[in-house]
């Protein structure tokens, strides 16, 4: 039996896993301040529209670049700062990634998520930091990752004392340069108890040369797929222009379509009785 996970906002209280799909959408990366509330603003509206709970998510730093080159954010006091004024301004909860323990505490006092990124899900001292600050923990499956395994950092984060839990699939490695989605890890992933997230746009990606490139144009399908197949909540990054964005150019979706993209979930989602 899944049990839902309560994300107190800064407006009010919504719950992943209840009857209604939620959307986490926002920039891969906090760019500036103007990106960060443009994009908040306009997800944030789309959602509005059509009847979707929203949490805005972009990250204050990213610890995993192919390249030493490639920008990593603004960091973490700056980072934390901007997420607080998007928070604030646009009524939305906010989710975040943490990429160390010692960050977990600090990261907890703006965030009302907080992310544990694919390639740490088996580190057990960022598991247990996250848990500790009470706050609800995603933590996103490494591509690496069976989904039963999921399971066991799951408990880790419950053991030390999180307001719940939720798993996300994001793509499984399929050779050196591509990923592939087994849906049935969705299902596999709900037998632990917590709410599952498809993870739209890092599952696009093909992790191969000097930048990670991607399908962007498969973004419909796979979001389509998973609410088919009873996922909670779609995870999606969403830019105004994604072929300039710093972060994950190839697989960002556009602010623009975003509406149309989740119009088309939400109606699978009512066909299957889940909305």
């Known amino acids: 039996m899944t049990g839902a996970v309560r994300v107190a906002g800064p407006r009010g209280e919504l719950r992943v896993g209840a009857a209604e799909l939620v959307v986490i959408a926002g920039p891969c990366l906090l760019e500036s301040r103007e990106l960060a509330l443009r994009t908040a603003e306009g997800a944030a509206a789309a959602c509005a529209r059509l009847g979707l709970p929203y949490i805005f998510k972009s990250s204050y730093r990213k610890a995993n670049r192919t390249s030493a ?85 799951a408990e880790k984060v419950r053991a030390a004392g999180a307001g719940g839990v939720l798993l996300t699939e994001r793509g499984t490695f399929f050779g050196y340069g591509d990923l592939v989605v087994d849906f049935r890890s969705l299902a596999v992933m709900r037998e632990s108890g917590c709410p599952v997230v498809f993870d739209v746009t890092h599952s696009l990606q093909r992790p191969s040369g000097p930048v990670t490139g991607g399908e962007r144009r498969h973004a419909p ?15 999606l990054e969403t830019h105004p222009d994604p072929d300039r964005a710093l972060s994950d150019a190839a697989t960002q979706w556009p602010l623009g379509g975003l509406e149309e993209l989740l119009a088309g979930c939400a109606r699978v989602r009512q066909a299957v009785g889940r909305g």
């Open 69 to 153: 080159a490639s920008p990593q954010g603004p960091g973490l006091e700056a980072g934390l700062r901007l997420l607080a004024e998007v928070r604030a301004a646009v009524g939305a909860p906010v989710l975040t990634d943490v990429h160390s323990p010692e960050e977990a505490r600090a990261a907890a006092a703006v965030a009302d998520v907080l992310q544990v990124p694919a390639f740490l899900c088996r580190q057990s001292e960022l598991l247990a930091a996250c848990g500790a600050t009470g706050k609800p923990v995603n933590i996103k499956k490494g591509q690496f990752m069976d989904p039963a395994g999921m399971a066991r950092a």
């Open 221 to 235: 399908a796979l979001a389509r797929a998973a609410v088919a197949a009873g996922v909670d909540a779609l995870f």
